[in-house]
């Protein structure tokens, strides 16, 4: 018998509900479409006793090329991502043909985001074509600089914690601890790495001009490519945040390198990641010189080292790619040293 938890997250699955949902709670986007024939397509679905992780397309032939999404978890609170939505649309974005998901509704009961965003594949799925996306990367380039010029006026209180290394949810106090329970051999590495890299950023994020907003997981996997008309979108605002705009360049360059290996050869992974930069700092008429350099390697750093905590703790652990992040992260550590 499911428990009260799961029946409440189970709801989200349930078309009629969903649609009542947003008719209550979204009003204005319901007038503007048709909720009666919604189709649901799971993407993620994992529902636990006390736990869930789960997310959601929802369908109808009046959302042409932009689909309902629905995310929600029990470990990240998703207002955060409604509310930096919501302060893109009025901020941001303006007078563009670049496409913002739209938010919908935040539902604090169960924890979930619904927005509004586009049908397509991410950049990964044309990464493992071995596939020409040049126009993609470019796109990237121009998607990611766009939000960086977005006022940081008003946005500072979004998800403060995530502003640095060092208080970054879940924290070290919870993942350094299931380290040492699940893999001990590991535990020493990661928390000298983490300390050192502290230790790096403090020195760093007190220059209030490399202050951004930041998506903070900008990576292929939440590069969206319309499949109507090939433009580029992001997903998953989860840990948007204002901080160093070098976050979001050093984990798109190291997770882009990281998710080719094996599918493109090196040469290829240096020309995507060096069109990107040029198109970033093009953009955004930056010079790039040893300053912005280094911060890219600390964010490299802590992109790697973030990835090989997540490799350690997911289930089933992948404690071969953990490895393999670690050794990248610890590499630029001492490299600063």
């Given at each position: 018998?499911?428990?009260?938890?799961?029946?409440?997250?189970?709801?989200?699955?349930?078309?009629?509900?969903?649609?009542?949902?947003?008719?209550?709670?979204?009003?204005?986007?319901?007038?503007?479409?048709?909720?009666?024939?919604?189709?649901?397509?799971?993407?993620?679905?994992?529902?636990?006793?006390?736990?869930?992780?789960?997310?959601?397309?929802?369908?109808?032939?009046?959302?042409?090329?932009?689909?309902?999404?629905?995310?929600?978890?029990?470990?990240?609170?998703?207002?955060?991502?409604?509310?930096?939505?919501?302060?893109?649309?009025?901020?941001?974005?303006?007078?563009?043909?670049?496409?913002?998901?739209?938010?919908?509704?935040?539902?604090?009961?169960?924890?979930?985001?619904?927005?509004?965003?586009?049908?397509?594949?991410?950049?990964?799925?044309?990464?493992?074509?071995?596939?020409?996306?040049?126009?993609?990367?470019?796109?990237?380039?121009?998607?990611i600089s766009t939000l960086h010029e977005i006022t940081t006026n008003g946005a500072e209180n979004l998800n403060k914690q995530n502003s640095r290394i060092e208080t970054i949810v879940p924290g070290?106090?919870?993942?350094?601890?299931?380290?040492?329970?699940?893999?001990?051999?590991?535990?020493?590495?990661?928390?000298?790495?983490?300390k050192a890299l502290v230790e790096w950023e403090n020195k760093n994020l007190d220059d209030q001009k490399?202050?951004?907003?930041?998506?903070?997981?900008?990576?292929?996997?939440?590069?969206?490519?319309?499949?109507?008309?090939?433009?580029?979108?992001?997903?998953?605002?989860?840990?948007?945040?204002?901080?160093?705009?070098?976050?979001?360049?050093?984990?798109?360059?190291?997770?882009?390198?990281?998710?080719?290996?094996?599918?493109?050869?090196?040469?290829?992974?240096?020309?995507?990641?060096?069109?990107?930069?040029?198109?970033?700092?093009?953009?955004?008429?930056?010079?790039?010189?040893?300053?912005?350099?280094?911060?890219?390697?600390?964010?490299?750093?802590?992109?790697?080292?973030?990835?090989?905590?997540?490799?350690?703790?997911?289930?089933?652990?992948?404690?071969?790619?953990?490895?393999?992040?670690?050794?990248?992260?610890?590499?630029?550590?001492?490299?600063?040293?």
């Amino acid at each position: 018998m499911d428990t009260e938890h799961q029946k409440k997250i189970k709801q989200l699955f349930d078309s009629k509900f969903v649609a009542r949902l947003i008719k209550d709670q979204a009003p204005d986007f319901a007038e503007k479409y048709d909720l009666s024939i919604l189709t649901i397509k799971p993407i993620k679905r994992n529902i636990g006793t006390q736990s869930h992780h789960v997310i959601i397309q929802y369908n109808s032939p009046s959302f042409k090329d932009k689909p309902i999404f629905c995310s929600s978890s029990s470990d990240q609170n998703r207002e955060n991502a409604f509310n930096a939505l919501i302060f893109i649309q009025e901020n941001g974005f303006k007078n563009t043909d670049i496409f913002l998901p739209k938010p919908i509704l935040f539902d604090k009961h169960r924890n979930a985001f619904f927005y509004q965003g586009i049908e397509g594949e991410n950049l990964l799925h044309y990464i493992k074509l071995n596939a020409d996306i040049s126009d993609y990367i470019k796109q990237t380039a121009e998607w990611i600089s766009t939000l960086h010029e977005i006022t940081t006026n008003g946005a500072e209180n979004l998800n403060k914690q995530n502003s640095r290394i060092e208080t970054i949810v879940p924290g070290p106090e919870k993942f350094l601890k299931k380290i040492e329970q699940k893999f001990p051999e590991y535990f020493d590495t990661v928390k000298e790495n983490f300390k050192a890299l502290v230790e790096w950023e403090n020195k760093n994020l007190d220059d209030q001009k490399n202050l951004a907003l930041v998506h903070g997981d900008f990576h292929p996997e939440n590069i969206i490519i319309n499949k109507s008309n090939n433009k580029v979108s992001a997903i998953d605002f989860t840990d948007i945040c204002v901080s160093d705009y070098a976050r979001d360049i050093a984990n798109f360059i190291q997770q882009f390198r990281f998710m080719s290996l094996g599918r493109l050869s090196a040469e290829k992974i240096k020309h995507y990641q060096d069109m990107f930069l040029r198109g970033y700092f093009t953009a955004r008429d930056i010079k790039k010189d040893k300053d912005i350099e280094k911060r890219i390697q600390l964010y490299s750093a802590w992109t790697a080292l973030r990835s090989a905590i997540y490799f350690l703790l997911k289930s089933p652990a992948e404690p071969e790619n953990a490895n393999t992040v670690l050794k990248e992260a610890q590499s630029i550590v001492n490299q600063n040293e």
